[in-house]
C-alpha cells in the first residue's frame, strides 16, 4: 500500500500548486492588467482656458489632468515628477486639476503642484490624464496626452520638447493632438 500513496500524494501536491498558480495568476491579472485600447482619442484644446486670475502674461503654466481612479496615473505621475524637478527651477508653474465629483490626493513627491478647482471648458475634456501648457502671454500652447503608447516617460514624451521651446521664446501652437495611449474618460459614458 505505500509504494502507491506516494505517487498519489506528489500527484495531488502538483494538482493543488497548478491550481493555487492559476487563481494568483487570474487574481493578478484582474487586479492589475489592463488591455490596451487602441482607439485614438482626440484632445481639443479650444474650449480650455485658464482661470482669470492665472490667465495673461505671466509663466509658462502647466496644468496636470487627472482622475484619481484612473489605472493610467501610475507611469504619468512618476513622469511628472520629474517634470517638476527639471522644470519648476526654470520657472515653468504646476498646477493640478482632478475630475469633478472625484476624491484622492496626488502622492507626495508632487506637492509642489498648486490645485486648482477647475478651469473654463474643463467639461469638455475627453480623457485623462492629460495636460495643458500656456505660454509666458497666456495662450494654450499645448493640450493632449503626456505620450502617446501604453506607458508614458521622459523618453516619448510630447512635454519636454514643448516647454524647452516655449522657454527658449520659441512658439508652440499645438492646442489639438490625437493619440493612442493608457488614457481613462473624463465623464462616464452616458
Not at 503654466?61 to 507611469?75: E, Q, Y
Not at 500652447?141 to 521622459?154: H, M, N, R
Amino acid at each position: 500500500m505505500r509504494p502507491r500513496r506516494k505517487p498519489l500524494v506528489a500527484c495531488l501536491s502538483v494538482l493543488l500548486c497548478a491550481v493555487a498558480l492559476y487563481a494568483a495568476w487570474s487574481w493578478y491579472q484582474d487586479r492589475y492588467i489592463r488591455p490596451f485600447d487602441t482607439r485614438a482619442t482626440l484632445f481639443s484644446g479650444a474650449p480650455l482656458h485658464l482661470p482669470a486670475d492665472l490667465a495673461g502674461p505671466g509663466p509658462v503654466r502647466l496644468v496636470h489632468f487627472w482622475d484619481p481612479a484612473c489605472p493610467c496615473n501610475v507611469g504619468n505621475q512618476q513622469h511628472l515628477a520629474g517634470l517638476v524637478e527639471r522644470f519648476a527651477p526654470q520657472g515653468v508653474v504646476f498646477y493640478s486639476v482632478h475630475r469633478p465629483g472625484s476624491h484622492g490626493r496626488l502622492p507626495a513627491n508632487l506637492g509642489a503642484l498648486t490645485a486648482l478647482d477647475g478651469l473654463p471648458g474643463l467639461d469638455q475634456l475627453p480623457a485623462s490624464p492629460a495636460v495643458g501648457i500656456w505660454d509666458r502671454e497666456g495662450r494654450l500652447a499645448y493640450f493632449g496626452p503626456y505620450s502617446e503608447g501604453a506607458l508614458c516617460t521622459s523618453a516619448n514624451s510630447f512635454i519636454e520638447p514643448v516647454l524647452e521651446a516655449l522657454l527658449a521664446g520659441r512658439p508652440v501652437d499645438a492646442a489639438n493632438t490625437l493619440a493612442q495611449g493608457c488614457f481613462c474618460d473624463w465623464h462616464p459614458a452616458p
